[in-house]
């Protein structure tokens, strides 16, 4: 019996880690498939192990559900861990699209889209996201495309003040840029 009790124990702390929210004792009870009663037991029992001050975490009685959450003393903690600032992998496909989105910006979608030659909806919104490019206006055009346009979050992240201090492209370099990507085209082709 007390095997089963601790299987179940086990079980509880797996989907309230899961589903992150409070669950119903009736939705518990029938996903282990035991009565109410003994489920209430097996909740006190846990709860009070929960209370044990080396651990971080506890189980919470709300109405007629329980729920896995923090507790209190940590919040300071978990305060520092969520605004600290994060670091995002850029790929090429989405420092390709910034690099457009910095040059020649305002720009819209369909503006990246003529230059890279594919899709950048996921880009964008990845570089949204990552709070590197926003949102600057629309363009007075039919269907009123959104302009994006980079953050200070973007200079930042790259170590600038303003934009005047990214890297000067001079025709010679795009010559040199448009050279490589002609190259690139050819060895896809020839694979």
Do not use: W
């Amino acid at each position: 019996m007390e095997d089963s009790i601790v299987k179940i124990q086990a079980a509880v702390e797996a989907v309230l880690f899961s589903l992150g929210e409070a669950v119903s004792e009736k939705e518990l009870a029938k996903v282990l498939e035991i009565d109410e009663k003994t489920l209430g037991k097996i909740m006190n029992d846990l709860i009070d192990k929960y209370e044990d001050p080396a651990r971080g975490i506890r189980i919470v009685k709300l109405e007629n559900s329980y729920q896995l959450s923090t507790k209190p003393e940590y919040y300071d903690i978990l305060t520092k861990i969520v605004n600290m600032p994060r670091k995002h992998n850029l790929t090429d496909s989405l420092m390709e699209t910034l690099s457009i989105v910095a040059y020649k910006q305002p720009v819209t979608r369909q503006e990246i889209e003529a230059i890279r030659g594919v899709s950048c909806v996921h880009a964008i919104n990845k570089l949204v996201e990552y709070n590197l490019i926003t949102e600057v206006g629309r363009l007075d055009a039919i269907g009123r495309p959104i302009l994006f346009g980079t953050t200070e979050d973007f200079l930042r992240c790259f170590g600038v003040t303003s934009m005047d201090e990214l890297p000067i492209i001079t025709p010679d370099k795009i010559e040199d840029f448009r050279q490589e990507a002609m190259e690139e085209i050819n060895i896809r082709v020839e694979t």
